[in-house]
Nanobody, 115 residues
Framework: QVDVVASGGGLVQAGGSLKLSCTSS????????MAWYRRAPGKQRELVAR????????IYEDVAKGRFTISRDDATNRLYLEMRDLRAEDTAVYYC????????WGQGTQVTVSS
């Protein structure tokens, strides 16, 4: 398991954009499938998007298709999530992590979309 810290969240109006970043420690990052997850108030954590090692393949859940883009920079151990056309229902704490989900979660970042 890698240690991760997500950042880049904030308050944005509906229709706006944000780019989240995730910094990982250790030497295993580039070999791991990574993902963005989110947990909305009163709901369970859900998978948003994932990316395979070396960025060869990206897979999006329905909530992210057409609006979010996941990417990674293995040279700097960073994972990104570019979000556009944000909606109120995207309000959540966003986490980065491995696939399958880690047993211990790193620091998430709050995204709040005002309607």
């Amino acid at each position: 398991q890698v240690d991760v810290v997500a950042s880049g969240g904030g308050l944005v109006q509906a229709g706006g954009s944000l780019k989240l970043s995730c910094t990982s420690s250790g030497t295993q990052f580039r070999r791991l499938p990574m993902a963005w997850y989110r947990r909305a108030p009163g709901k369970q954590r859900e998978l948003v998007a994932r990316i395979l090692p070396y960025g060869t393949t990206t897979i999006y859940e329905d909530v992210a298709k057409g609006r979010f883009t996941i990417s990674r920079d293995d040279a700097t151990n960073r994972l990104y999530l570019e979000m556009r056309d944000l909606r109120a229902e995207d309000t959540a704490v966003y986490y980065c992590g491995e696939v399958p989900p880690p047993s211990v979660w790193g620091q998430g970042t709050q995204v709040t979309v005002s309607s």
